[in-house]
């Protein structure tokens, strides 16, 4: 086969492409050569090592584990409230971290609600906190991947295990679970090695400390470039062996469509096991958030003065980094469709930025830049870049189905009309992605607004985002300030991504 | 005049010769079996294939090379001849102006073309607005607003009903026939070749027979295509 008008979108797709392995490969290139050869790894490195990974681990397993009982319960009931309760599953992924962490410190910390009731003294810092706020956003993205598999069971064989009287556990169940939790289990291990902003605010010195939180201080702190590097290589090797074996076993999932609705079965045992599940996990997810709105809308009309400007800088970054993810995610998406089978090499580039650290991105773009102008002044358009680099694995999953999809139904149509580069884009792509494309803007606007991470290498005092600012009121201990500016973060987030969003549903054609 | 001469096409495991000669104005059925090879065949021609070796040519000009768009042959899909979230005028519009830039001229020359085929006022609905029938008027409208020597029409109007069906062939061929078009049918319908075509080409594993006259081809089918296409 071939396609004739598909030149522009080679050149864009192959700039966007290099631009990526620059960001990702490139930085810790640079990061290497300037490391002047590395030292081996120290005994405290070694901990770190082993910390991230049991944290990484054990975090993944508790997700999976309270995931299993709520799917099931969410499976098989059909209550008021449940498609609202399942699309809040969805929230946490772009729930601000340093939002969460602050309302979990106010139900678990030393003064949270529950020493306050119960009067017994606890403390939310160090491993088992670091669990706690994993589980707090892992455990709605296992359940939600644990749904899907439920709802991907056909419908007769439901009917079918009900006419044999079969136990619904063993041959439906299970058999999905094997197929599902590997590949849930690999997902939610994986973010939790990258885990950066949880390890810092709850993680408790150097006992508790994951290899990106060690590559931050390595540079932040002591600019050992020798040691920042050397981690940051462990770090991409840990997680692109986990993407590998991820992309090895995840297999093309058709897209499971209705979880809005309970699937069909007949027996339905114990009924107060189920509502005890769904009522807990609701509580444990609803009530960090509940906190915050709470301790924070006393304040929020009288707002810390160094929350508005961190806000505004927020929205300038988290604006032009959507938009650059969009761009960049346009131009690799329509070249990976125009090269069929071939695309999957570039897709695997565009998978990247899940297997490298944004801080050794950061720490590269530093020492890059170094030479010419102080990177101090170029924080923001820096985060920008690289939140707009780490968004675009996201962006990439929802443009590319629907750009082969237009493509599959109208481009030889196309083809024979002569429609070729912007007039291609204007006339059939952009029309027929409008939705994916309104949710791709919101979700990178909403993550880039709550990302706590290159900004934390970079910023300086008065100078950082909305997150920065929120955690070093944290940090200085000024809590219900900090809840207001939290609350005013959450409201950003999810309004930013709810316009964005609603545009492009609105705007979609059938 | 269209020309295969000696046309190889290779379409993954799949291989199709075609060796034809096909005169002027002719309306042409290309008939054989499903996975034969028919819409191989038009996809060659349209250009949507490579072949592999041999060539096509149209009134002497070798277009074997050329793009989709640079030939001088427009095609009807069996669906989705129409972007849904464009107007019926900008659908029509593509062919004039492929970045939709329309002058009053256009837009004059547009109308007249929905008049011809009976969507007078249908301007700026859109495609869902209009029924099947509707839909199929306004993709014929636009193909005669390209105005290119050879029509492919390929499985036409399969999602329509049967009678609807017959409506839109007739329609298409009297509209194709004044406009003095070279058309060429992929179907696997006997009735529908008998109906509109004064010629056949029979297609079996990757072979093309001769073009034969329509009365002929049906009284003695070649290549052994009477099981196929029954009594």
């Known amino acids: 086969m071939r396609r004739y008008s598909f030149k522009h979108s080679s050149i864009l797709g192959a700039a966007a492409a290099a631009l990526i392995l620059f960001m990702t490969i490139g930085t810790l290139g640079a990061v290497i050569y300037r490391a002047d050869g590395l030292t081996g790894i120290s005994a405290q490195d070694w901990h770190v090592i082993r910390f991230t990974l049991t944290q990484a681990f054990l975090s993944a397993l508790c997700s999976i584990l309270f995931a299993i009982p709520l799917a099931r319960a969410l499976a098989r009931r059909a209550f008021f409230g449940r498609s609202l309760l399942i699309s809040l599953l969805g929230a946490p992924f772009i729930l601000p971290v340093i939002v969460a962490v602050l309302g979990i410190i106010g139900v678990f910390g030393n003064n949270g609600i529950i020493a306050k009731s119960l009067n017994i003294p606890t403390s939310i810092f160090g491993f088992h906190g670091i669990i706690v706020a994993h589980v707090f956003f892992n455990l709605p993205l296992a359940t939600r991947l644990i749904l899907q598999g439920w709802q991907a069971i056909p419908s007769e064989s439901f009917r079918l295990a009900a006419s044999l009287n079969a136990d619904c556990r063993k041959v ?35 006992k508790s400390t994951t290899i990106e939180l060690s590559i931050y201080q390595a540079f932040r702190f002591d600019f050992d470039l020798s040691k920042a590097s050397l981690l940051g290589i462990i770090q991409v090797i840990i997680c692109a062996m986990t993407v590998l074996v991820l992309l090895k076993i995840t297999k093309p999932q058709e897209p499971t469509t209705g979880l809005d609705r309970p699937v069909e079965m007949w027996e339905k045992p114990h009924p107060v096991l189920d509502v005890l ?45 959507a938009f650059m993810s969009l761009f960049l995610s346009l131009c690799l998406a329509t070249w990976i469709v125009s090269l069929k089978t071939k695309g999957k090499w570039i897709e695997f580039i565009g998978a990247l930025p899940l297997a490298t650290s944004q801080l050794v991105i950061g720490t ?24 707009a680099i780490a968004t675009i694995p996201f962006c990439l999953r929802s443009l590319v189905p629907a750009i082969r999809d237009a493509e599959e139904t109208f481009g030889k149509l196309s083809d024979q009309l002569g429609l070729s580069g912007y007039a291609r884009y204007k006339i059939l792509i952009a029309p027929r992605i409008k939705r994916p494309m309104g949710f791709c803007i919101g979700l990178s606007t909403a993550l880039s607004m709550g990302d706590l991470g290159v900004i934390a290498l970079f910023a300086q005092p ?45 705007n979609a054609h059938s | 005049m ?20 096909l005169k002027k104005n002719a309306v042409c059925a290309i008939i054989g079996p499903s996975g034969a090879g028919k819409s191989t065949l038009l996809s ?56 939709l830039k329309l002058k009053g001229k256009d837009k004059q020359r547009i109308s007249d073309m929905l008049n011809l085929v009976g969507l007078s006022g249908f301007e700026n609905r859109k495609p869902a607005q209009l029924s099947g029938g509707q839909q199929s ?11 290119r020597p050879l029509v492919l029409l390929d499985e036409p109007f399969g999602a329509l009903g049967p009678a609807l ?5 007739d329609l298409c061929v009297d509209m194709f026939r004044k406009t003095q078009k070279t058309v060429i049918m992929v179907t696997h319908d006997p009735i529908d070749a008998k109906r509109i075509s004064d010629c056949v080409i029979g297609i079996k594993d990757g072979k093309t027979s001769d073009v034969l006259p329509t009365g002929a081809f049906f009284k003695e089918p070649p290549m052994g295509l009477s099981r196929y296409l029954g009594s």
């Open chain 1, 364 to 387: 590269g773009l530093f020492i890059i830049i170094f030479p010419f102008i102080a990177p101090y002044e170029l924080a923001l358009p820096i985060t920008a870049t690289v939140n």
């Open chain 2, 44 to 99: 060659a021609i349209s250009g949507f294939i490579k072949p592999t070796s041999g060539r096509i040519s149209h009134d002497d000009h070798d277009i074997t090379h050329l793009a989709p768009s640079k030939r001088p042959v427009s095609i009807l899909f069996q669906d989705n001849n129409l972007f849904p979230h464009l107007t019926i005028e900008q659908n029509i519009g593509l062919a004039l102006c492929a970045k």
């Open chain 1, 462 to 506: 008065g100078g950082g985002t909305l997150p920065m600012a929120v955690y070093s009121l944290m940090s200085a201990y000024k809590m219900e300030e900090a809840a207001s500016g939290a609350l005013l973060l959450i409201l950003l987030s999810f309004v930013l991504f709810w316009i964005f969003d609603q545009w492009g549903r609105k």
């Open chain 1, 172 to 206: 439906l169940e299970r058999p999905m679970l094997r197929a599902v939790l590997p590949n849930a289990f690999l997902v939610i291990f994986l973010i939790c090695l990258s885990s950066f902003a949880i390890a810092l605010t709850l993680g408790g010195g150097p």
């Open chain 2, 137 to 147: 008027r306004a993709a014929i409208a636009r193909i005669l607003l390209q105005d």
């Open chain 2, 165 to 169: 069906k017959d409506e839109m062939l």
């Open chain 1, 277 to 321: 599940w769904i009522v807990s996990a609701f509580i444990f997810l609803a009530a960090p958030i509940a906190v915050i709105i709470s301790d924070g809308i006393p304040q929020i009309l009288n707002l810390h003065s160094s929350l508005w400007p961190a806000a505004i800088r927020s929205i300038w970054i988290a604006l032009l980094s």
């Open chain 2, 2 to 21: 269209l020309i295969l001469d000696k046309l190889e096409v290779q379409h993954g495991n799949y291989r199709l010769t075609a060796d034809l000669t």
